[in-house]
């Protein structure tokens, strides 16, 4: 029994899609549909049955016999159209579906590609949610995520496959509010509840709700780091690097005094602070003998420069940390990733990493050294640190497109080489965006696994379309309509592409973080004490001044 | 001078046309007008002039007696004794006279409209890059104005145009402004240009004024007060109209025909009547809407037997048959649908209500068979019932006693059906080939005495002529929502058939026939009923008129549109069954040996699970 009746096929068909005449109401957008039918096997001639499996991907609703015009003078006159001689009983729905394969004999453990149209004419089914349950598993026993359900279908759960997320990466792409944190949460969780290791780089905050529900996680450890970076032997150029983008517009000679300073500062075994590095590296350039007597104090003023960003995004990042919503969180320095990544990465361990405070080329150098010698510690096969899922919000920071003229970002080559070769050492990516068109087109395209949620930028829509080999131009008119939460989700972690609404997470939403209430704060304002010292005083001074 | 067809437009003023002695003494004693003391390119004496203008009293008036004459020192002269008339009443207040003229070959077509000075002011004001008084206008005396196309550097076309356009908008009823939206529509092009087609070249260019006078003439005539035949103006308001309509019933009915590719010899014809009935405003979709699909096989309705002797070379007239066919099933079942909705307010028929049935006799050449007895029976038409109804119903020639079941006298029982039906039957014709409301209008207007015997038949030449039928010539009479009073036409003139049937066709009964004009650009539509409906016409033409508009492009009652579609026989329907198919599929049940099994598959034939009868609805 294949379910409820709800059309019948009709007009042309192909192996890859066709079209049927749905019975009232009785089927929706994305809804999984079987058709039965008789295929050609081998050379002779030969039939056996088979149970067609087809996706719902258009709907298109309408009544033959209202005319536009007639809606039109409706309109225009103000008339309703039950008052008048026209239809309302004879609307007809009709589907498009695509074909996702063929189940020969009811056998769901696996699909194959149907060769042959369906009938016109046929039977289409709604099949039950057992059934659909065992089209979309396979009937295979693997470790699987839960993520939702089918859109339409409550019904109907989503899980996907854990292996291909965590080993072969996976993207999640939404414009704001269309459902990536609930998403990524979601994956988080069910990551957390198997115990496997994750790394979550957190630009803003957003998943510093996990630790604070952490009673929920009794199995698991949530650690919260605030990035503390020291400079090591192995991480010298990383640092140049960033110093010699934060310097900017540093001309040949002066250039040459930073290099050759840098080549001489000394490092010590256990490393050091990036700020007395520095002081380091000025000492170096004050010995520095130029042909120009202006090279040595412009480097120096340059560092200095450095320096003083450096500090003051530290300081941001711990005013960050005191702001009252944050105070009570136990972040500690983030452990040094060449000596101590073992204390970064462990079975039942979330470690979040807050970037709060750092501008973008400072929090893709963090990014970078951290990925990196996590990559290198996998990939020694040393078993130093198990395998792990690093989570990188806003992505398009980290591995910006081409096109974005920010080829020099330090986290690029990292990402790069982790999502090419990091399914083989057990280190996954899990890449979030809200602007997919900003992201690393190449990097992108190596998912393996892809939620997409809302998009409207027509740029991030033909984008994802262009980057995702198995996403139809039907699913990809869908983008822009979907409500929150709602995506469409495929790759090799599930069988193929389906709607899917992603269950909430409510419990671990908090208020408060990432959403405050400017308004309201605005308006229960009072100046500090310092601020108002400063105003007197700039008031005082002008009196003066006019006096 | 130029001859053929030219379009001028002369202002004169009249207070100057009668201030000077010769001038007002001309419109005094001669009736003549002087357009212009100088010569005028293009204009020919002419004595086939129409004026049409508007009295001091409000009045529309046409003097179709007048001329022109254009002296050889080039003078032009109007000759018309009514505007001189109306001119001189008018004295010197008469302000300015504009004359639009429109000749073709001998053919004037005058339209005079009487003006004020300020008012062309006031446009010269608000027009200032026309430039009026670089044209002397207003005119000292007259003023010529021709659209050119010469390359003189005066842009006359605009003036012209632009100063049309003013006077027009003074008196759009005058100018019979409906009549030029109506000629002008971009969809009357190629109907227009078609039937130019059929004409002489000469009368290629007459028609237009000649269409345009015809139409200035009849509409005089429907306004008269003591015309019987008179035009009816229908308010369009959709809100009242279907409040007023709430809870009504209206049914609409058209038929499809297909054919399925032969059988070598016997040909069926399949057919479907659909009926669409609709309660307006009722708000429960369930007893709202009711659908009914009825497919017919002719060769399963016919009974072979023609009542003549056929050589083995004759042949039914398949085509003849099939339209026999066509038109008796309608109405039979329009008829068997209102006796078990006896509430309708009006069952509405795609297509005649009453059509030409004169030559679907027995007789040699078309053969025209019976009807099944049992399949008359299913109606409860007997033979005894229509030979009630009709006298004189002819004998066969083969001894077997009246042809009552013979396509004509079926026919003709049913009109007599239909003639005393309670329910108002009404048939609407898309474009109305023919002239009978043209001739009934004639032929009323002269029993009315309003025109004359000798007029009637020079306006049958003329449209015989220029072939006008009835949808162009009230296409550009009637204004739109306007309708003609329903009289009765003769659909079946008896000497048409053949002398046997005669009696019978005799007995056939009229429809009662009008025209409808929904839009301003649409041709009007012809529209037959019954004596109930002509007792019922206000509701009727109103619901008639307000369900077209629902279609304002299409200008065709949507409902009839809606049961078009759904009786229509979709090609693939025709296609698909074609003769192969057809054939293996009867000769399995032929086999079968079951004749009941051998007609169900052959209606079957005509109605497949496919049809969309069968697909889902809402509920």
């Avoid at chain 1, 965590?166 to 979601?186: N, P, S, W, Y």
Wanted: contains cysteine; proline residues 5%; aromatic residues 8%.
């Amino acid at each position: 029994m294949l379910g409820f009746h709800i059309g019948t096929v009709v007009g042309n068909t192909s192996p890859h899609e066709f079209r049927f005449v749905v019975r009232s109401r009785s089927a929706k957008m994305g809804d999984l549909v079987a058709v039965e039918m008789e295929v050609p096997i081998g050379a002779s001639a030969r039939v056996e049955k088979t149970i067609v499996w087809a996706r719902i991907i258009e709907l298109d609703r309408y009544n033959p016999f209202l005319p536009v015009e007639a809606g039109q003078e409706l309109a225009d006159e103000g008339v309703k159209l039950l008052d008048t001689v026209l239809s309302f009983s004879r609307d007809q729905t009709e589907a498009k579906v695509l074909v996702l394969g063929c189940a020969p004999g009811g056998n769901y453990r696996h699909l194959f590609p149907l060769n042959y149209p369906v009938t016109p004419g046929a039977e289409v089914w709604l099949p039950p949610s057992d059934i659909v349950r065992r089209i979309l598993t396979g009937d295979e026993e693997v470790h699987r995520l839960k993520l939702g359900h089918l859109v339409g279908r409550s019904d109907v759960e989503v899980r996907i496959k854990s292996n291909p997320v965590v080993a072969r990466h996976m993207a999640i792409l939404a414009m704001t509010g269309g459902g990536k944190t609930v998403a990524a949460r979601r994956v988080i969780r069910e990551l957390l509840a198997a115990k496997y290791p994750l790394v979550i780089l957190d630009p803003h905050g957003d998943y510093l709700g996990f630790w604070s529900r952490r009673e929920l996680f009794k199995e698991n450890t949530i650690k919260l780091f605030y990035p503390s970076v020291r400079v090591q032997e192995e991480t010298r150029d990383l640092i140049a690097f960033l110093v010699r983008e934060m310097t900017q517009g540093l001309t040949e000679p002066q250039r040459e005094a930073y290099e050759v300073a840098l080549e001489q500062t000394k490092i010590d075994p256990n490393g050091n602070d990036v700020s007395t590095f520095i002081d380091r590296l000025i000492d170096e350039v004050s010995r520095y003998q130029a042909r120009h007597s202006g090279t040595v104090p412009a480097v120096k003023r340059a560092l200095r420069i450095v320096q003083g960003h450096l500090r003051a995004m530290q300081e941001s990042n711990v005013r960050l940390r005191r702001q009252p919503r944050l105070k009570e969180f136990p972040f500690e320095p983030l452990p040094d990733p060449i000596t101590h990544a073992h204390e970064i990465v462990k079975p039942g361990q979330a470690s979040i990493i807050y970037l709060g405070g750092y501008d973008h080329l400072t929090q893709s150098t963090m990014v970078s050294l951290v990925l990196k010698h996590l990559f290198e510690k996998r990939a020694s096969l040393s078993d130093e640190i198990p395998p792990l899922l690093c989570v990188v919000e806003e992505a398009h920071n980290f591995v910006p497109s081409a096109s974005e003229g920010q080829a020099n970002t330090p986290s690029v080559e990292i990402i790069r080489k982790v999502i090419t070769e990091g399914r083989k050492f057990g280190v996954g990516l899990l890449l979030i965006s809200q602007r997919p068109s900003r992201l690393d087109e190449t990097t992108l395209s190596q998912c393996n696994t892809y939620m997409i949620f809302r998009l409207v930028n027509p740029r991030d829509q033909a984008f994802v379309e262009r980057v995702m080999e198995n996403l139809s131009r039907a699913d990809s008119r869908l983008l822009p309509g979907f409500g929150p939460g709602q995506g469409i989700i495929s790759g090799q972690g599930v069988r193929f592409p389906l709607l899917i609404q992603v269950d909430q997470d409510k419990d671990l939403e908090l208020t408060g973080l990432a959403d405050e209430n400017f308004i309201e704060a605005a308006t229960k304002w009072k100046s500090s004490k310092q601020a108002e010292a400063a105003q007197r005083s700039s008031d005082f001074s002008r009196q003066l001044d006019e006096a | 001078m130029a001859a053929g067809a030219f379009k001028l437009l002369v202002v004169l003023n009249a207070a100057a046309c009668l201030g000077r002695d010769v001038s007002v003494q001309r419109v005094q004693s001669k009736s003549q007008i002087t357009l212009s003391e100088r010569p005028l390119r293009s204009v020919n004496s002419a004595s086939d002039v129409s004026i049409r203008y508007r009295s001091g009293d409000g009045r529309l008036n046409l003097d179709d007696k007048a001329r022109l004459i254009v002296h050889e020192t080039g003078r032009s002269l109007l000759v018309t004794e009514p505007l001189s008339k109306e001119l001189m009443a008018r004295g010197s207040d008469s302000g300015l006279l504009f004359l639009h003229l429109e000749q073709a070959n001998g053919l004037i077509r005058i339209i005079a409209h009487f003006s004020e000075e300020d008012a062309l002011e006031a446009f010269s004001a608000r027009r200032p890059d026309l430039r009026l008084a670089s044209y002397d206008l207003p005119p000292v005396y007259s003023t010529e104005i021709e659209p050119s196309t010469l390359r003189d550097g005066m842009d006359t076309d605009s003036v012209y145009q632009a100063l049309l356009g003013f006077i027009q908008s003074e008196d759009p009823k005058l100018f019979t402004t409906h009549t030029e939206v109506f000629l002008r529509a971009p969809h009357l092009i190629v109907p227009l240009l078609s039937h130019l087609a059929s004409l002489s070249a000469e009368d290629n260019l007459r028609f237009p004024i000649q269409l345009r006078r015809l139409s200035d003439q009849f509409r005089s005539i429907l306004e008269m007060g003591d015309a019987s035949i008179r035009i009816h103006k229908i308010e369009r308001n959709h809100l009242e109209m279907w409040a007023d309509a709430e809870r009504k019933q209206y049914a609409f009915l058209d038929g499809g025909v297909a054919k399925i590719a032969g059988l070598p010899g016997a040909e069926p014809t399949a057919m479907r009547i659909g009926v669409y009935c609709v309660r307006a405003g009722d708000q429960d979709v369930k007893t709202r809407e009711e659908w009914l699909l009825a497919p017919f096989v002719v060769g399963d309705i016919i009974d072979k037997n023609t009542g003549v002797h056929m050589d083995d070379d004759d042949q039914i007239d398949l085509r003849r048959l099939g339209e026999a066919a066509r038109y008796t099933l309608e109405l039979l079942s329009a008829l068997e649908f209102v006796k078990s909705h006896r509430n309708l307010e009006a069952l509405f028929l795609h297509g005649p209500l009453v059509n030409s049935f004169v030559m679907y006799d027995e007789g040699e050449p078309h053969f025209i068979p019976y009807l099944k007895e049992d399949f008359l029976a299913q109606f409860g038409i007997t033979a005894a019932a229509i030979e009630d109804a009709l006298s004189d119903i002819p004998r066969s020639r083969d001894g077997r006693g009246r042809m009552s079941r013979q396509f004509m006298a079926v026919y003709g029982y049913l009109l007599a059906q239909m003639a005393v039906s309670s329910v108002p039957l009404v048939g609407v014709v898309e474009r109305s080939a023919g002239s009978w409301l043209a001739q009934a209008v004639l032929r009323s207007a002269v029993d009315a005495q309003i025109i004359k015997q000798d007029y009637r038949a020079k306006v049958m030449t003329l449209l015989k002529r220029y072939n006008i039928s009835d949808d162009f010539l009230f296409g550009c009479v009637l204004e739109e929502g306007e309708y003609l009073t329903p009289v009765t036409i003769a659909k079946n003139e008896k000497r048409r058939a053949r002398e046997i049937w005669q009696p019978v066709v005799a007995q056939f009964s009229p429809p009662f026939a009008t025209v409808l004009k929904t839009t301003e650009t649409s041709f009007p539509f012809r529209v037959e009923m019954n004596r109930a409906g002509s007792d019922n016409q206000a509701n009727v033409m109103r619901a008639l008129y307000h369900t077209a508009r629902l279609l304002p492009r299409y200008a065709f009652p949507v409902g009839l549109d809606i049961v078009d579609k759904y009786a229509k026989v979709p090609d693939w329907l025709s296609k698909n069954i074609s003769a192969r198919m057809a054939a293996r599929v009867l000769n399995r049940t032929i086999a079968e040996g079951d004749a009941r099994l051998v007609a169900q598959v052959r209606r079957l034939l005509a109605h497949t699970p496919r049809d969309f009868f069968y697909r889902p609805k809402v509920d």
